[in-house]
């Protein structure tokens, strides 16, 4: 059974910092491009940042220079590292992982709230 678990969000104030986790099993997670999706309330699910099996990285236009995604394929773990957070990157965040667009998974998501 393949689950993807994240952890790591909640309140925090404008400026502040983050760091997310998802801890994936049931998959040979070396293998999976992994992505951050998030979705704001009554907008679209958008792709933030994803890693590829070789560790490339992709980010939105919207979070360069201030997420930052990585792996650790030993801890079957993905990050990402959220600095100087917006009010604007109030969101429910997904993990996501994918294989060659085959096979696709999806966490159940973790809320993050950025307000002072």
């Known amino acids: 059974q393949v689950q993807l678990v994240e952890s790591g969000g909640g309140l925090v104030q404008p400026g502040g910092s983050l760091r997310l986790s998802c801890a994936a099993s049931?998959?040979?997670?070396?293998?999976?491009?992994m992505g951050w999706f998030r979705q704001a309330p009554g907008k679209q699910r958008e792709l933030v940042a994803s890693i590829s099996s070789g560790g490339t990285t992709t980010y939105a236009d919207s979070i360069k220079g201030r997420f930052t995604v990585s792996r650790d394929n030993a801890k079957n773990t993905v990050y990402l590292q959220m600095n100087s957070l917006k009010p604007y990157d109030t969101a429910v965040y997904y993990c996501?992982?994918?294989?060659?667009?085959?096979?696709?998974?999806w966490g159940r998501g973790d809320k993050d709230t950025v307000s002072s």
């Open positions: 996501d992982a994918n294989w060659h667009g085959f096979a696709d998974y």
């Open positions: 049931g998959i040979r997670f070396s293998s999976y491009a």
